[in-house]
């Protein structure tokens, strides 16, 4: 498996764009409440262990409506910006490769049925490394793959930090 490409999962990408474009929007943000600014610091610092963050097109598309969910227009704006941006150009240094993925090249159709398209694409990835928040894509995922270390839950590695 390559350490230099990690897969990163919905929540914690609304996570990055929303600390990337106003920390203190963090802890307003109807999506991104549950965290707080030293998750976000905690993320950028895993994230910047990796050269290329890949994203699934799925991780996008749901990323992008999550993040619109704002009454503040301009906030709204300046997130999806940021997002285009990202996604174009990078996060932190590291190279963003978006990924294509038909449901038709999903190879376990009954993750889709219980997880939902977007999370059965992560569960799907092979050869690469993942980082979620989501519990059950994690419990999939260490099903599934030899090398634990390959999957970062992200609540665990905030355990390990406070």
């Known amino acids: 498996m390559n350490r230099k490409r990690l897969l990163i999962d919905t929540n914690l990408l609304v996570l990055l764009v929303v600390g990337l474009v106003d920390r203190g929007a963090i802890a307003t943000h109807k999506r991104t409440r549950t965290y707080s600014d030293s998750d976000f610091v905690l993320l950028a610092s895993i994230l910047d262990q990796f050269e290329r963050i890949v994203v699934p097109s799925y991780v996008v598309a749901e990323a992008s409506n999550l993040l619109a969910q704002t009454g503040n227009q301009e906030l709204r704006e300046s997130l999806l910006l940021a997002l285009a941006e990202l996604v174009k150009n990078g996060i932190l240094g590291a190279e963003i490769r978006e990924r294509q993925i038909t449901i038709a090249q999903l190879s376990n159709l009954e993750v889709v049925a219980s997880l939902g398209v977007t999370d059965a694409a992560i569960v799907d990835q092979r050869k690469i490394a993942v980082l979620s928040d989501d519990e059950g894509v994690c419990w999939r995922l260490r099903q ?14 905030r355990l390990r930090e406070y």
């Open 144 to 157: 599934k793959v030899p090398d634990q270390s390959f999957v970062v839950y992200f609540p665990e590695q």
